[in-house]
């Protein structure tokens, strides 16, 4: 029996999976159990990659508030508008742009979290989906200061014209936890797609940049959901970010609550990235090492 | 298992298919697809029925020559790696130093890089917080290095860190593969000390070295692998000798500092 002061008996058995997962009760708690090191690698992330950056942080809010006014040049001022309209168009965009921008941080940056966390696979057994993790937890952290600026931007609005469309204090914002959880949750499941795939074909995350393009032109975010009419109302859902971009546009432009159908929408997408996202992602993960050394 | 052991390794066997395309692209999969051709690889088999008892306490050299299956044997104790067929049982708290500069992200500071590689390793904030001093101390950075971010280091000083972050984790089972290579001579006889502190304490430690003297200085047993099986075990002076004897270039001091 060992004689060292901290020993703890601990047994681990490694033996070949007989199904292509590895025992899942075990895979969740030693996910559970190391959180905090997802918590601090975001942390660490976000701190790192504004290290050099003179303006630093403000970035994160700058970037989508630039890009939303030149969307706005283009979609109001040169298709022409009104006060109102144009100012409903401005918060729209904003706020889509914000939210799916929370989803892409996620998928791009989780989809390069494994080859670039290399020598970390090749040290350390811990469940790897503590990497994409990480990066939608940091995606999230990216996300919040977003959240007060937009508000700003609504209130001045308001003020300068009482009359616009966009509604003041509403109950019916208690939604947006809910949708801000199912977003991330299907940006996490799609970034554990993306990581996999990102191992064994390198040039993923390039096809991911216009992946996420394509997606935002496709997604509610430069134009409204009742846009679409009829049978194409149809593409709203068959986007995994549809409903949810949906619900936001409705909560916050419109000062509605979520049909049932939306509801449905998100938690649909969410559930289906999470369980094809977890199962190509687990069912490959012990190959990671041999894959990147 | 015997209380007695930290490791069994039993009827081992290490099989991968590694790809031989020179580019692993999307691009090429789908070429490929189109013109019905399958992706070119070859299946390695790294470790091949090997069976092992390592008891609490011993320290375990590997010697072999490059591709004789050592580091997979190392991953795949470690957990990193599935086995394909066997299995391995492990009791005991595992700290790894299997590549050079683990869990380090160059641009932040040395300090943060430990809480991350300690965190990695499944110890808790607390836990880490309070062996950082530790660490620091012993990695030996020039004053001031430790809240500089790690691009800033020296490749020597970057190895000693990672080395230090490994061993003063407290673990019950500690895996090195060429990790004592990093350091200056003062700072590997400060890491032989540290090992044998370990060993007194009835820690087991596995070393993969091709720096034979170190073998043979602090092992007390020795398994030679080649191409994946293991040809011998025992005493580290006999499984040297009969490796040097298999490499057949004797046993010159340059041999055995690195082979």
Known sequence: ??????????????????????????????????????????????????????????????????????????????????????????????????????????ITAGAQSVTLGGRLILNQAFPRALLPFSCALQAFQQFIPTIPV???????????????????????????????????????????????????????????SYITRIWMYLSPVLWLPETLHGKAKLLLYANPLGPALTATSNVWIKGEGLSGLIIFGCIFWAVVSMLLGGYFFISRERDFAIRIA | ????????????????????????????????????????????EAVKHMTLDIPHGSVLGIVGSNGAGKSTLMRCIAGILSPTEGRVIVNGKISTLLALGVGFNPALSGRDNIILGGLASGLTKEEIENKTAEITEFAALPEGFIDLPVRTYSSGMYGRLSFSVAVNMTPDILLLDEALSAGDAAFKEKSFERMRKLCEEARTILIVSHALATVTDLCDTAIWMHKGQMLAKGKPEQVVDDYLKFLNVGSLPSNLEDM
């Not at chain 2, 590694?18 to 992706?39: D, F, G, I, P």
Request: proline fraction near 6%; glycine fraction near 6%.
């Open chain 1, 150 to 208: 937009y508000i700003f931007i609504l209130v001045t609005g308001k003020y300068f014209y009482p009359a616009t469309q966009v509604p003041g204090w509403t109950w019916h914002f208690i939604w947006i936890p809910f949708i801000l959880i199912c977003v991330g949750i299907t940006g996490f499941g799609l970034a554990l797609v993306f990581a996999t795939l990102n191992v064994y074909f390198r040039d993923t995350n390039k096809l991911l």
């Open chain 1, 1 to 106: 029996m060992p004689t060292n002061p901290d020993f703890v008996p601990k047994i681990q058995v490694f033996e070949p999976h007989r199904a292509s997962l590895p025992p899942l009760i075990p895979y969740i708690k030693e996910f559970w159990q190391r959180r905090t090191f997802a918590i601090e690698l975001a942390k660490f992330n976000d701190k790192a990659e504004y290290l050099d950056s003179r303006l630093g942080k403000v970035w994160l809010v700058l970037n989508p508030l630039l890009l939303g006014l030149v969307y706005y040049l283009v979609v109001t001022i040169i298709r022409g508008g009104g006060h109102n309209n144009g100012l409903t168009t401005l918060d729209h965009l904003l706020i889509g742009l914000f939210t799916f921008y929370f989803a892409q941080n996620c």
């Open chain 2, 1 to 44: 298992m015997p209380e007695d052991l930290a490791i069994r390794i039993e009827d081992l066997s290490i099989t991968y298919k590694v790809n031989l395309e020179a580019k692993r692209t999307l691009k090429n999969a789908v070429m490929r697809a189109s013109l019905r051709q399958e992706a070119r690889t070859r299946t390695v």
